[in-house]
T-cell receptor, first 113, second 114 residues
């Protein structure tokens, strides 16, 4: 079975540019999560969706970050404008229910110059 | 609120040594407990879980027992291998309530030397 698929795997761009990260959850999973991982702050939950509806976005750092889930098989995390401090690895995860174990994608390594 | 406290790393062991990574938690209800493992360049993978007190989760030679009296879920392995080198995360989810999010510990880096 295909796992959680994220794209791109790596992204390098200049500050001020718009960045869009993509995620395809496991088919049949109703919950989707976006995380950010850095050495300084560890793993942080940014936002999670249940049945395509954002449930908790309290982890989104600021208005430059936005996330959408237009359908059950696709989600995006957008940063506009990007800043060097946004450099991190961004993970998407999905689960069959918010209370069930999550399956993680391999992440997008983002570098903002 | 809910929190997970993990033994700070990094931890360096020789192959075939015994491993313990301590994990304690604070939760307002009755959580399910998990250990995740992250290999270099990859996402987190579920290693094992326990959903109620005294349950023992096990996988790939790793074990952890849900201890309600000490609010702990320590990870153990009797004989580690070089391939076990990774970052290990303890986590919990509350079994009730609307805030069903994983709460992660800070992670423990394990390096196993040949």
């Amino acid at each position: 079975d295909a796992g959680v698929i994220q794209s791109p795997r790596h992204e390098v761009t200049e500050m001020g540019q718009e960045v869009t990260l993509r995620c395809k959850p496991i088919s049949g999973h109703n919950s989707l999560f976006w995380y950010r991982q850095t050495m300084m702050r560890g793993l942080e939950l940014l936002i999670y969706f249940n049945n395509n509806v954002p449930i908790d976005d309290s982890g989104m750092p600021e208005d430059r970050f936005s996330a959408k889930m237009p359908n059950a098989s696709f989600s995006t995390l957008k940063i506009q404008p990007s800043e060097p401090r946004d450099s991190a690895v961004y993970f998407c995860a999905s689960s069959s229910d918010p209370g069930q174990p999550q399956h993680f994608g391999d992440g997008t390594r983002l570098s903002i110059l | 609120g809910n929190s997970v406290t993990q033994m700070e790393g990094p931890v360096t062991l020789s192959e075939e040594a015994f491993l313990t990574i301590n994990c304690t938690y604070t939760a307002t209800g009755y959580p399910s407990l998990f250990w995740y493992v992250q290999y270099p360049g990859e996402g987190l993978q579920l290693l094992l879980k326990a959903t109620k007190a005294d349950d023992k989760g096990s996988n790939k030679g790793f074990e952890a027992t849900y201890r309600k009296e000490t609010t702990s879920f320590h990870l153990e392995k009797g004989s580690v291998q070089v391939s076990d080198s990774a970052v290990y995360f303890c986590a919990l989810i509350l079994s009730s309530g609307s805030a069903r999010q994983l709460t992660f510990g800070s992670g423990t880096q394990l390096t196993v030397l040949p």
